[in-house]
């Protein structure tokens, strides 16, 4: 099976739109509050969208290409538009997988799978939630932290600055963290990590297992 296509959607095919949240903007609350939700996925997510299907636009040949497909082999794609579109389109793919990765009354920890192959690569999950919570923390400027599949049920933390993905290092992501201002800053201003330490009680453990059993299947 090609990892590639667990990342394809209706919303990475051109012209890209907008993948609607499956909560209301203030289900997440207290620990995001709805003002950054209709902001964030309203105005910035849709954003990204808007410049990257203004640049694909420009290339017929590059509409008939996944999102995914495209920045992966970023180096494929014309000059005139590539870092527009890895910004962009990356920051639409981000977001995209960001926004499944949340749900009201989550957080906890995961269960099968999973979580022997987190106890297996960090030694258990107060390990790795500390490893986790660094990547981010210490991620200068902005961007992403992420949990990822490198090989087998082979897991690592990591961070991504602005919207890069790990899919180029054909690293496979199962969990995501926007640490980018716009994520965080009406309701925690500078205070990070306390925006960090709150977000693990909204994560959607049962999206994440389904993605890293179909990775690893």
């Known amino acids: 099976m090609d990892k590639l296509s667990l ?8 012209p890209y739109t907008l993948p609607p949240l499956d909560y209301a903007a203030d289900a997440l609350e207290p620990y995001i509050d709805a003002q950054t939700m209709h902001l964030h996925h309203d105005k910035h997510h849709q954003a990204y969208i808007d410049h990257a299907n203004e640049a694909v636009g420009k290339y017929p040949e590059l509409q008939k290409a996944d999102l995914v497909t ?17 910004s962009n ?8 997988l960001f926004w499944q990765y949340l749900t009201p009354g ?3 920890e995961p269960h099968g799978k999973l979580a022997q192959a987190i106890a297996k690569s960090f030694g258990g999950f107060a390990q790795f939630k500390a490893e986790f919570e660094t990547a981010a923390k210490n991620l200068s400027g902005s961007g992403w932290a992420w949990l990822c599949v490198r090989s087998g049920d082979d897991l690592a933390t ?10 180029t290092n054909r690293q496979w992501p199962i969990l995501a963290l926007d640490v980018w201002e716009h994520a965080y ?23 994440v297992e389904e993605q890293f059993d179909k990775i690893t299947s």
Do not use: C, F, M
Not at 158 to 167: E, H, I, R, V, Y
């Open 158 to 167: 990591g961070s991504t600055a602005n919207q890069d993905t790990p899919l």
């Open 185 to 207: 800053y009406l309701k925690y201003q500078n205070r990070r990590p306390e925006y960090i330490a709150n977000w693990w009680h909204v994560v959607n453990w049962r999206k």
């Open 7 to 14: 990342y394809q959607t209706v919303y990475t095919k051109y």
């Open 106 to 108: 989550g957080g906890g």
């Open 70 to 86: 495209l920045l992966v082999h970023a180096d494929k794609v014309p000059s005139e538009i590539r870092t527009t579109l890895q």
């Open 89 to 96: 389109g990356g920051g639409h793919l981000n977001h995209g």
